[in-house]
């Protein structure tokens, strides 16, 4: 539950609205670490399914034991993500309650569950305050052995700190937008606003809350600049936008300069609708998927910061460095995934290749065999017939 209270932001609490004991600590021990609200509200979130199926089972956290930690595992797995009708919906069959069997967890949403129940049950262990015993241990194979022992040096580092319920996550190339499709978006989308929004991320490759901390003070036309707030360092860093984006923005600021605050500090994007708010992250990719409604398309609005990655890394005459910084990576290796050729350009090229071998097969002539040969031996060899 979000509070108005920057001491405390967010606060797990039961069905009874009472602070779910256990988890306050470890909540302002992640943020003294020095961890962005968004982070402890998606460990809430993590927290709140188990205590969940801790409920429904009747065990008490603090006694908690591998068999919970087994069976919970399972139960992502099989049991698939809860559903509610929408609150406009309220009155329809189900009467916004949870309603279990819809699609199943994604591998990566159960392994950063596993990880963040392990460190949970880690910081109770060191205080004295939970099971001696974590009931997420790590894996079997790891267990006693130092890390990366008997490992040959040259080769890639592996994970000796994996978790014994914690499920392989596959690589998955990042998902792009064609140029095809996203002309088809950007051509139907409603207002100058979302022009400028959709111009700015698909230009710097901004994540979608980041562009939002966007102020009036902190955008350059001049030096084609605008100053976001980052993810993880919660610093501030300039990134280079596109001359359309710029066009876009100030054709946006026209319509409403009259109807919003002015001021360095105060926020750059605002809602289309009075009375007039700061945007939030929820109403852009609302607004954005409203698009994909319209155009048939399946877009995500993260998928155009993979598009800027995308198009930045194809053009020979940019550094992956440069793309990393502005990307914000902290490691090199992250930004590479973004050499790996787009899935579509993969299927483009090998309809092509296909194309071409048939046509060469097609024009293919058969050779004559020499005098001498039995046509009935070459029939037999070579499956054709050869006379």
Excluded: C
């Amino acid at each position: 539950m979000a509070v108005d209270d920057s001491w405390e932001p967010f606060r797990l609490v039961d069905a009874n609205e009472a602070i779910v004991d256990g988890t306050r600590a470890y909540l302002r021990d992640l943020l003294a670490s020095g961890r962005s609200e968004a982070t402890a509200r998606a460990y809430g979130m993590d927290l709140l399914r188990w205590f969940r199926f801790l409920w429904a089972v009747g065990v008490p956290w603090d006694r908690a034991t591998r068999v919970e930690a087994r069976d919970f595992s399972r139960w992502l797995q099989v049991a698939g993500k809860p559903s509610r009708p929408h609150w406009r919906r309220h009155g329809d069959q189900g009467g916004g309650l949870w309603v279990p069997g819809g699609e199943p967890y994604a591998a990566s949403v159960r392994a950063h569950s596993e990880t963040v129940l392990r460190d949970f049950y880690d910081f109770h262990r060191d205080a004295g305050s939970g099971p001696l015993l974590n009931p997420f241990p790590l894996s079997r194979s790891r267990r006693g052995r130092g890390a990366n022992a008997h490992r040959n040096p040259m080769d890639p580092p592996r994970n000796d700190r994996a978790g014994l319920y914690r499920p392989v996550v596959p690589t998955r190339v990042p998902r792009s937008v064609p140029d095809e499709q996203f002309n088809e978006i950007f051509a139907r989308l409603p207002s100058h606003r979302d022009r400028a929004l959709v111009a700015f991320y698909v230009s710097t490759g901004a994540r979608a809350s980041e562009l939002l901390t966007a102020t009036r003070g902190g955008t350059d036309p001049g030096r084609q600049l605008v100053a976001v707030v980052r993810k993880g360092t919660r610093a501030v860093q300039e990134l280079p936008a596109s001359t359309d984006a710029f066009v876009w923005l100030r054709l946006y600021l026209l319509e409403v300069e009259d109807e919003i605050p002015r001021g360095r500090q105060v926020p750059l994007w605002w809602t289309l609708r009075s009375p007039r708010r700061p945007l939030t992250y929820h109403a852009v990719h609302r607004m954005f998927e409203r698009v994909n409604a319209r155009t048939g398309t399946s877009a995500t609005l993260h998928a155009l910061r993979h598009t800027a990655a995308y198009r930045m890394a194809e053009d020979p005459n940019l550094p992956l460095t440069d793309v990393q910084f502005v990307l914000g990576h902290a490691q090199l290796t992250t930004t590479q995934i973004y050499l790996t050729p787009r899935k579509e350009e993969v299927i483009r090229r090998l309809l092509t290749h296909h194309a071409e071998q048939t046509r060469h097969a097609a024009a293919r002539v058969a050779p004559v065999p020499a005098a001498g040969y039995r046509p009935e031996s070459l029939q037999t060899l070579f499956g054709v017939d050869a006379r």
